[in-house]
């Protein structure tokens, strides 16, 4: 439903993304893996459209969306919940639902899709009317899943969903990628855990210094030698 | 002094501080979306006043009419002025910003000169307004109890837009953060632009109220009125809204006190407002409700 072709970006300077192309094919879990720096969020950021691509196109269903505005990205179906969760402290966690919701003016379908949330989260339902900023960081990254969920997105993309969490929720954040994308939710996911992200990718892009270095199904690349030492730890 | 003159200098520095109150809630929403001190918005309160006397004496429009009409037109105009001066800048350095809102702010003057001319004009004001009314040994005008009264209603209005509709929760949340908000599908640049009209709307409410309780109209009254309310929305706490209803109240409410209890520094009136601002700006310079400044660990 996504696809890239030679992508190009410039952040103040710097060359960030030279050249990538890829492909998220609808209701799959693709996963972009590689070190800091290598241009995983550049590639999300230009997607979602809070940066502009040099060259190169990005289309969603074969419709050019390099050039819209971002809150037009969400409309046209495409939400991120992005590094470092960025939920909104000073608004409780249903406002931060809500502003997922924003672009929508559908009432039925945003009540149907908090309950979906709330089942998925249930623990943000109990603090619904908690400040944002009061949450653990766990609890804030589910806010940061569900209020992407809110928009109702056909394409849902979670940059570093695991950063920062302790192992055993890192379970639990990857357990519910799957759910989600067994509702049928297609799932572009950036990671650094790359073990856990390949083993419920369909298919994986290895990046490196702006350039797409290796790709392949989730399987292939966890059993392909240069990724087990590159990024496995042997 | 005896407690009828007591309640009649409390009616009015309510009336006063009510007339700061809404023109420093425009200046610390805008700030609190943008970090813009927007210098031209004492010169959005004077066209407000002017408009509505054009209409009432030009156009022969019911005041009622010319009200309503003045408080478009002007939010329009300030949403023009963040069209053209504010929003090609938003990428730049917060002083070129700066700059150009004091631009604004004299070329808005200069165009009132032009358009209204600078001969001060008289108001023509609705005759119960001004008909004293007394009760027991209290003179009150209507205009002292009316003026308080809308202010607040205005207020009200405010606070449920920005607390209780999709709107408001698109200004509160670019306040803080405006690429999360965008990567949400907030449009930034039109709730930018309904910031800059509803703030624009309340000077223009304050103007006209400003102009039938001091019933004259000059290009420069916007001036002090316009540093008043920016002296209140520090002292408030710049970017909090009941911060700047409360900094108005108390300023305009000091004001009047310190010249009915001190005649004789009655000169000094305006220079007590900026004795203020450097108080507030040496001991609490994130004002009475103003976000702490936190390390963010």
């Known amino acids: 439903m996504l696809s890239i072709k030679d992508l190009h970006v410039h952040y103040g300077g710097i060359h960030a993304i030279k050249g990538i192309s890829l492909e998220v094919p609808r209701g799959k879990v693709v996963t972009l893996i590689g070190a800091n720096g290598a241009g995983k969020s550049s590639t999300l950021r230009a997607i979602a459209g809070i940066v502009k691509k040099s060259s190169g196109s990005i289309e969603l269903e074969g419709r050019e969306i390099s050039g819209l505005a971002p809150e037009d990205i969400v409309k046209s179906g ?3 919940a992005p590094e470092g969760r960025k939920i909104l402290p000073h608004l409780t966690v249903l406002e931060n639902l809500m502003l997922g919701a924003f672009s ?8 149907r899709d908090l309950a979906w949330v709330y089942e998925l989260f249930p623990r943000l339902k109990e603090r619904a009317w908690q400040k944002g900023g009061t949450l653990s960081g766990g609890e804030q990254q589910m806010l940061a899943v569900g209020r992407a969920l809110m928009g109702s997105p056909s ?6 969903p695991s950063l920062g969490l302790a192992p055993i929720l890192v379970k639990d ?3 519910i990628i799957q759910a989600i994308n067994n509702e049928g939710k297609t799932v572009l996911l950036v990671e650094q855990n790359a073990y856990a992200a390949l083993k419920i990718a369909d298919a994986a892009y290895v990046l490196e210094v702006g350039r797409i270095v290796l790709s392949g199904t989730g399987k292939q690349l966890l059993n392909d030698p240069k990724v087990r030492e590159a990024y496995l730890g042997g | 002094m005896s407690l009828a003159m007591f309640v009649q200098h409390l009616l009015n520095g309510l009336t006063l501080g009510s007339l700061y109150a809404l023109i420093a809630i425009g200046y610390t929403m805008v700030y609190g979306i943008l970090r813009l001190i927007n210098f031209a918005h004492g010169e959005i309160f004077m066209l407000g006043a002017y408009f509505v006397f054009w209409g009432v ?7 009622f009419i010319a009200v309503i009409g003045a408080i478009v037109v002007t939010s329009f105009a300030g949403i023009i002025v963040d069209r053209v001066a504010y929003k090609p800048l938003r990428n730049a350095p917060r002083i070129s910003a700066l700059i150009s809102a004091i631009g604004v702010s004299f070329f808005l003057q200069n165009f009132a000169i032009v358009v209204f001319s600078a001969i001060p004009r008289e108001v023509q004001r609705p005759a119960w307004l001004v008909k004293v009314i007394i009760v027991g040994k209290v003179r009150i005008l209507p205009l002292t109890l009316v003026v308080p009264a809308l202010s607040f209603v205005l207020m009200m209005g405010l606070l449920y837009v920005v607390y209780k509709t999709k709107p408001g929760l698109g200004m509160r949340a670019i306040s803080r953060d405006i690429e999360t908000s965008r990567l949400m599908g907030v449009p930034v640049n039109r709730i930018i632009a309904l910031t800059f009209g509803m703030g624009s709307a309340l000077a223009a409410a304050s103007g006209i109220m400003w102009a039938l309780r ?3 109209l000059q290009p420069v009254m916007g001036v002090i009125p316009g540093f008043k309310a920016f002296i209140a929305a520090v002292f408030g706490g710049i970017g909090s809204i009941q911060g700047a209803v409360i900094g108005g109240l108390i300023l305009g409410l000091m004001e009047i006190m310190i010249v009915a209890f001190m ?14 601002l450097i108080i507030i700006l040496l001991i609490m310079p994130t004002g009475l409700m103003g976000e702490k400044l936190e390390d963010k660990v």
């Open chain 2, 263 to 276: 005649p004789s520094l009655a000169g000094f009136r305006d220079a007590f407002a900026f004795i203020l």
């Open chain 1, 155 to 160: 394409l849902l993309m979670l940059d570093e």
């Open chain 2, 214 to 216: 001091y019933p004259q």
């Open chain 1, 78 to 80: 495409i939400m991120m």
């Open chain 1, 104 to 111: 929508r003016n559908d009432p039925g379908g945003i009540d």
């Open chain 1, 173 to 175: 954040v990857f357990d």
């Open chain 2, 57 to 63: 004496t030009l156009f022969r429009l019911p005041w």
